[in-house]
C-alpha cells in the first residue's frame, strides 16, 4: 500500500481567494486522482493527474477553477481559485497500487468564509 | 454512464449482532467494485474489492461481500458487528480500466452497545 499525506490538513479562507493542496505519496505512481466530499455528501472525482500529461476533468470541473500540477511520479497540487462558499468541502487525493487498490490521502477539509 | 446506489442513508445495529449493507450498481461492462470505510475523522480505507473470480470476497476486519450478478449488487456483510465498526460505509464501481471510482452515497452505520 502507498502512504500519502496531504497539506494543509484543513483551512479557512475568505470567499475570492485561492489555496493550493499538496498531495505527496512515498512510492512512484503513474495514476493520481483528485476528489471532493462536501459536507454530508459522497466522493465525486475532479480530476486525474498523470505525471507528464495535462490533467483530465470531470464533467462540471474545469481547469481554471481547479487547477491541477504533477510535477513528478510523486506529487501533485490541487488549486482551488476564486473560492466561494460552496467549495467548502473535503478535497482527497488518491494513487492506484497494485491490482487497481486505490489508496486515499488524509484529506484537505477547506472551509469558505 | 456508470452509477452506484446504496438505498439504506442510516443504519443501526446492536453489538454483536450480523450487519447486511446493500449496494446496487448500474454499469455496461464487468465491474471492478469496491467497500471503503470513512470513519470521523479519517480518511477512506480500502475493506474489500471485487475484479473477477470467485463471487464472495473477504475483506480485511472480518467483512465480506458478495457479487451478484444478476441482481446487480455488491452487499457488505459481517457476522458480528463491533462497537468500533461505526462508520460511514461506502460502495464504489471502477471504470477506467478500475481506476476511476464512482461512489454511492453511502450508509452511515451505527452501533448501540
Known amino acids: 500500500s502507498a502512504v500519502i499525506s496531504q497539506k494543509p490538513s484543513r483551512d479557512i479562507c475568505q470567499r475570492g481567494t485561492s489555496l493550493t493542496i499538496q498531495c505527496q505519496v512515498d512510492s512512484q505512481v503513474t495514476m493520481m486522482f483528485w476528489y471532493r466530499q462536501q459536507p454530508g455528501q459522497s466522493l465525486t472525482l475532479i480530476a486525474t493527474a498523470n505525471q507528464g500529461s495535462e490533467a483530465t476533468y470531470e464533467s462540471g470541473f474545469v481547469i481554471d477553477k481547479f487547477p491541477i500540477s504533477r510535477p513528478n511520479l510523486t506529487f501533485s497540487t490541487l488549486t482551488v481559485s476564486n473560492m466561494s462558499p460552496e467549495d467548502s468541502s473535503i478535497y482527497l487525493c488518491?494513487?492506484?497500487?497494485?491490482?487497481?487498490?486505490?489508496?486515499f490521502g488524509p484529506g484537505t477539509r477547506l472551509t469558505v468564509t | 454512464a456508470q452509477s452506484v446506489t446504496q438505498p439504506d442513508i442510516h443504519i443501526t445495529v446492536s453489538e454483536g449482532a450480523s450487519l447486511e449493507l446493500r449496494c446496487n450498481y448500474s454499469y455496461g461492462a464487468t465491474p471492478y467494485l469496491f467497500w471503503y470505510v470513512q470513519s470521523p475523522g479519517q480518511g477512506l480505507q480500502l475493506l474489500l474489492k471485487?475484479?473477477?473470480?470467485?463471487?464472495l470476497v473477504q475483506g480485511i476486519k472480518g467483512f465480506e461481500a458478495e457479487f451478484k450478478m444478476s441482481q446487480s449488487s455488491f452487499n457488505l456483510r459481517k457476522p458480528s458487528v463491533h462497537w468500533s465498526d461505526a462508520a460511514e460505509y461506502f460502495c464504489?464501481?471502477?471504470?477506467?480500466?478500475?481506476?476511476?471510482?464512482?461512489f454511492g452515497t453511502g450508509t452511515q452505520l451505527k452501533v448501540e452497545l
Open positions: 471485487y475484479f473477477s473470480g470467485d463471487t
Open positions: 488518491s494513487v492506484v497500487g497494485g491490482r487497481h487498490e486505490q489508496y
Open positions: 464504489a464501481v471502477g471504470t477506467g480500466g478500475g481506476n476511476k471510482l464512482t
